[in-house]
Structures are given as C-alpha cells and as structure tokens.
C-alpha cells in the first residue's frame, strides 16, 4: 500500500470527524470490485490451478483446503487478525499491532480508511490474509493432514502474516524505513514462498516422488484457474492503490505487460529447453510474471514491466525445474518455484524501476537507487529469515501434538476418499 | 463358433464396426485398454519433470462368429483396422463353447 495508513485506524475512535479525507465513491466502488476479485482468485481461482495439478484422487482435498481457509482465516481476520496487522501497537508498534480493533471494536459503518469506508479496507486486506496461505497449499498437497492444516494456517497467519503486514503496510519498522511493496512481494509471496519451501522440507516427500510419475490429473482445469488469477490479480495490484486513479490505472497496465513478458519467456525457454513449449508452462509462467510485478505495480513503468516479467520467467522457469530438481526437495506445485522466487526477484527489482529515470513512480526524496535496494534487500531477507524459522517451529511443535502427515495407506488411497469421505469425481 | 478379440488403434473403431456390418456381423463389446507391443510410448514434460508414458490407449473388440465366418472376418478385420504402421493390433481367435440369447433363451448359433 503505497499510502501512508499509519494513522488511518485511529480515525475509527472519532466517528463522524470530517477531515480532508471524505468517502469517496468511485474509489469505494472500485474497491469493492478490486475486493471481489481478490477473493475470486482465492475460490475458484487458485484452487482450480492447483486442483488441476494434483492427482485426481486428491484434486478434491485442495479445493476443500482453499475453501476452509478462506472461511478461517476470514473467523480470525474478525477476532483479531485485522488488529494486529493494522491497529497501533503503542510500544510495539514496529512489529505487530495492538487490540484495539478486535472484533473490529472501533469500526462502525462510517468508519473510512483514506477514501474508503474502513470496512472495504478491511475486507479487501483480508482477502490478501486469505490467499497467502492458500498458496502454501501448494507446497504440502497431497499428503498433509487436514486438521494439522487447519491449525498450521491458524497459528501461521497470526506468528507470520499479521506481523509481517503490519511490517510492511500497518506502520511497522519496514515500511517506515521506507520498503517499496506495492501489493505484498514480501507480505504474500516471499511469505508463502518461504512456509512452503520450509512446509515441503518438514512433510518430506511424497511416496513415490520423483520416480514415479504424478502428472496433473487435469491441466484444462489448471489453465482456467490460471486464467482466474490473471484477471484476478487486476484487483489485487490495481486495488492496492486503495483508489481509481491515475496509479491504479498504471498498476493494471503493468500488471498486465509483466504477466505477458513472463508467459511468453517461460514459454521460450521451455520451447529451447525441451523442444515444445507447453500449456502448463506458460500458465506457470504467466503467475510468475503476476507474482514479480506485485510488490512493483504501482511504482514501475511498461519498460520496467517487461524486465520484470523477463525476469521473472526466467528466474521462476529455473526455480520450479532445475533448482528443485537438483534440490531434490518436493515442493509439489513449486510454491517456493514460483512465488518464493518471484516475490524476490520482484521486490528487488522494483527497487531498481522505482527509478524515474527508468519509468517509474520516482525514488523517494534523498533516497537513491542503491539506497532503496539496500532497504529491498532487508525487507527481503527480514521475510525470509523471520517467516521461515517461525514457520520451522510452527510444523515441528504441531508435528510433535498431532502429526502433519497423513499415514501411508491414506496417501496411497488419496485423500478425498481418505480424509473427506468423497470423490471430485465419480465418472 | 469362434470368439474373435482384435486390440486395434482407437481411431480405426469406426472404419472397423462398418466393415463388419457389411458382411454381416453385426454385435461387438468394445472396451478402452492400454497396451503396447513394438509400438514405442512418448514423453510428457510437466515443468521440468519428465515422464515415461509406456502404455498407448488402444480398443479392444469381441465378437462371436459362426465358425464358417471366421476366414472372412480376419480379412476384413485386417483390411479396416490397419494402417501398415507399428502398432496396428492384434486378433485373438478363440474357441467360443456357448452362446445364449438373454431375451429369448436362445443357444448356439442362433444366438449369435
């Protein structure tokens, strides 16, 4: 969020104050959309992408894991969630929130966030709380078990995401030191990345990987899905502007150039690489290119855009293939390949094409462009190193209390039928 | 009687029933199968990982024939369902002891 909203929530002790900031419609429209859209990439968006990856007797399980976090994070975001992320800490302020706006205490109908009722806010940040942890799913699918994931999202959005949004957007220490990160690089998907990457590490592999083959049981459902996220992600990077102006229109410009430039660069590469280039690459390529551009959209230009998607493609068509292949690790949808990957280079180069020199928004007054690389580069690893030894501790404590992992014979059964009792698919 | 299993290549399904009809066979249970035999498979790439796919989808027919039929049915059957590539099938003739007619209760070659 590229305004300052430090203050913002305390408005809601004041109701009816009239300050220079008055409701204003057409941003509150467009935000309502941009809140629609974002949760529309969640259900159905990123659960047909992944569904259409995993086998088909799993593909179930994952449009039902997508679905449950969606209604828990949403429980929680109400309780607390929302408060620790953009409420004041007092003393603790640069790391997390404070309780002042539990169950949304100082939220009232009249309540606005800058040009915006505080509750579109709200439920539009919430949509961002729903879907890092939808990504995780791609890390440990097909073989994790539902109540441990259950608590794992539980326990993760509020050790990790709250925090690390309140780091960034809610008035904490890295957005105050001045980190660029638009529509949430570091908050979604360095965040997601990273508990993947460390969730596919503590399950362990799936029996049978990589010898035996696991292809996607149904990519047409996979390339609708991708194709959701895509237009989706017009309300995610455009609607991180909290406006319908100039800088939105800007983000979804980008947004799109970016995603076009990866697509077609994974493709490429695949197409050089293996001899044919295929459907699931440039989908996969296309979400890299949405990934990269995230925390860049409202403060790069088209030039920027398509060096970014360039990037991206290359960096995440790498990443998904051969880092994980020489790896050896089984981050089964390459949630680490793609949005670990991507979120990196992605907050890294908005540092660089933040420049109005190369078509961005401008540095900031006397900061140069080595000054806010320095200051990406922090935020970048703060994430990491934070999320990923939280995220460790997390899995190991739940691992010791209820186990993580679904036995044997249910992961060869598949879990629709052993975990949920049901078929996606009964032809 | 006869009991004549052919594994064809799926395309070939219809080009086959029509030559059957024409001389005069007219039931046949088709079933999907997967199979191979010096028909090579291929390779499917999926984000880096590649996999062997061994066995190709083929169609499997049955039909039962009077004895008589027999020669005539494996002309037929090799002339619609080859292409003169590796991988065009094989027929299986086997010896069928009974035939009953479910409806009628018919037997033998009646029922056929």
Known sequence: ?427 | MKLVSAVIKPFKLDDVREALSEIGVRGITVTEVKGFGRQKGHTELYRGAEYVVDFLPKIKLEVAIDTDLLDQVIETLCKAAGTGKIGDGKIFVTPLENVVRIRTGETGVDAI
């Not at chain 1, 992408?49 to 429980?75: D, E, H, P, W």
């Not at chain 1, 570091?186 to 990345?193: D, S």
């Not at chain 1, 592999?205 to 017009?234: C, E, I, Q």
């Not at chain 1, 010791?400 to 052993?418: F, H, K, P, Y």
């Open chain 1, 1 to 427: 969020m590229k305004r300052s909203i430090k203050w913002l929530p305390l408005l809601g002790l004041l109701p009816g104050l009239v300050l220079a900031d008055e409701l204003n419609s057409g941003d509150t429209a467009w935000m309502l959309t941009s809140t629609a859209l974002v949760l529309f990439m969640t259900i159905p968006g990123l659960s047909l992408f992944y569904a259409g990856m995993v086998r088909a007797k799993n593909a179930l399980s994952v449009m039902m894991q997508c679905f449950a976090i969606t209604a828990l994070v949403t429980i929680i975001w109400t309780v607390y969630g929302y408060s620790l992320a953009f409420s004041d800490g007092g003393s603790m302020n640069a790391f997390v929130g404070g309780v002042s706006n539990f169950l949304f205490a100082n939220v009232t109908v009249d309540s606005l966030s800058g040009t915006i009722p505080e509750t579109v806010f709200a439920m539009f940040q919430l949509t961002f709380a729903i879907i890092t942890p939808a990504l995780i799913v791609g890390a440990f699918a097909e073989r994790m078990k539902f109540s441990a994931m259950l608590w794992f999202t539980a326990i993760w959005v509020t050790l990790v995401y709250f925090p690390v949004a309140h780091w960034v957007w809610g008035g904490g220490w890295l957005g105050e030191d001045g980190a660029l990160d638009f529509a949430g690089g570091t908050v979604v998907h360095i965040n997601a990345g990273i508990a993947g990457l460390v969730a596919a590490l503590v399950l362990g592999k799936r029996k049978g990987f990589p010898t035996t083959a696991m292809p996607p049981h149904s990519l047409m459902l996979t390339l609708v899905g991708a194709s959701m996220l895509w237009v989706g992600w017009f309300g995610f990077n455009a609607g991180s502007e909290l406006a319908a102006d100039g800088v939105s229109g800007m983000a979804m410009f980008v947004t799109q150039i970016a995603t076009a430039a990866a697509a077609l660069t994974w493709t490429f590469a695949e197409w050089a690489r293996h001899g044919r280039p295929s459907a699931l690459g440039i989908a996969s390529g296309a979400v890299a290119g949405l990934v990269a551009i995230t925390p860049a959209a409202g403060f790069v230009g088209p030039g920027g855009a398509i060096v970014i998607g360039i990037a991206s493609g290359l960096g995440c068509f790498w990443g998904a293939t051969t880092l994980k292949k020489k790896m050896g690790y089984d981050d089964s949808l390459d949630c680490f390949g793609v949005h670990g990957i991507g979120g990196i280079i992605g907050a890294l180069l908005t540092g660089v094409f933040v420049s109005e020199s190369l078509g961005g928004s401008g540095l900031a007054e006397g900061v140069t462009m080595a000054g806010q690389l320095w200051v990406q580069s922090y935020a970048v690893i703060a994430t990491i190193v934070y999320g990923a030894i939280v995220t460790f501790v997390i899995l190991k404590v739940l691992d010791a209390i209820i186990g993580l992992r679904v036995d044997e014979d249910q992961e060869t059964e598949g879990l629709d039928v052993a975990l949920h009792g049901e078929r996606g698919y009964t032809l």
